[in-house]
């Protein structure tokens, strides 16, 4: 099993074999409905809370409007939460947050 405490956010080496076979699973579903199925499956409540969260935070950073603590109020998320959601939106190279909010925005 994979122990994600000890993987490298920069590990260049690529996924995993048990992080390839999530990823498989949700690029399996075949809507959002089954996705939300699975996720609800996959997440405590808390956990889906936290997922919806950051990408509320996510979303209102790329906005530009709101500052790190009106973020924070706004979304319930930790105003460090916010700290790293900007971080990986602005400054990492895995670029995640960023593919999937142009491609919202394309729809």
Known sequence: MT???????????????DTEALLCALTSLRNRGELLRFLTDLCTPAELRALVARWQVAKL?????????????????????VGRVARFLNEESYQGYRIALDRVQEQ
Not at 9 to 15: I, K, Q, R
Not at 61 to 81: F, M, N, Q, V
């Open 3 to 17: 122990n994600f405490a000890k993987t490298p956010h920069n590990d260049t080496s690529g996924p995993d074999a």
């Open 61 to 81: 950073l790329d906005a530009g409007d709101l500052s790190y603590r009106e973020i924070s109020e706004k979304t319930g998320a930790s105003t460090t939460t």
